[in-house]
């Protein structure tokens, strides 16, 4: 069973580990996962600053990430 993402980790740690995640990033408009920004700020600091439910992106990230490995 993969690690489940949580709102601490940092985006470009997510999106190495499970590279399925790019569409749920993609989904909520942050596109930019190569932008410096990604590199060091959390998942929670990157769903604030652009308006989105920190929790509701874990959710369906976790939900990607259960889904690709059933």
């Not at 993609?26 to 990604?38: M, S």
């Not at 929790?55 to 990607?64: E, L, P, S, T």
């Amino acid at each position: 069973m993969a690690e489940l993402v949580t709102k601490d980790m940092n985006i470009i740690e997510i999106v190495q580990k499970h590279p399925e995640s790019v569409e749920i990033f993609h989904k909520y408009g942050l596109g930019c996962l190569g932008c410096a920004a990604a590199r060091f700020e959390n998942l929670e600091a990157g769903a604030k600053v652009h308006g989105y439910d920190p929790d509701a992106m874990v959710a369906d990230i976790n939900k990607v990430i259960q889904e690709t490995e059933a």
